[in-house]
């Protein structure tokens, strides 16, 4: 099993930045992939940005440009850089972790950390 633990959320005002943590435990491959994803109130949840075991990267649209992830593997260790923030950032955030293992890709999700953008 793997268990991921965020902090970092919280109130900002419009154009301030945030950085949120993820840390894993437990049964990691190496290439495992990490990200965030987040979720609106009535939205569905989306991507928000993923990074490979090698450091390969994927942003949303919406956020390219203005958040940037990065990656420790020796710490298992994920964070997400958001500056510029908009009211639209609003959403909680999830740390995701996916791996494969015998060709059966899983997915693990920590307990999500609350962003709100607002004046």
């Known amino acids: 099993q793997v268990q991921l633990v965020e902090s970092g959320g919280g109130l900002v005002q419009p154009g301030g930045s945030l950085r949120l943590s993820c840390v894993a435990s437990?049964?990691?491959?190496?290439?495992?992939?990490m990200g965030w994803y987040r979720q609106a109130p009535g939205k569905q949840r989306e991507l928000v940005t993923t990074?490979?075991?090698?450091?390969?990267?994927n942003y949303a649209d919406s956020v390219k440009g203005r958040f940037t992830i990065s990656r420790d593997n020796a710490k298992n260790a994920v964070w997400l850089q958001m500056d510029s923030l908009k009211p639209e950032d609003t959403a909680v955030y999830y740390c995701?972790?996916?791996?494969?293992?015998?060709?059966?890709?899983?997915?693990?999700w920590g307990q999500g950390t609350q962003v709100t953008v607002s004046s």
């Open positions: 995701n972790l996916h791996q494969a293992r015998q060709w059966i890709p899983i997915d693990y």
């Open positions: 437990g049964r990691i491959l190496s290439t495992a992939t």
């Open positions: 990074i490979t075991s090698v450091g390969g990267t």
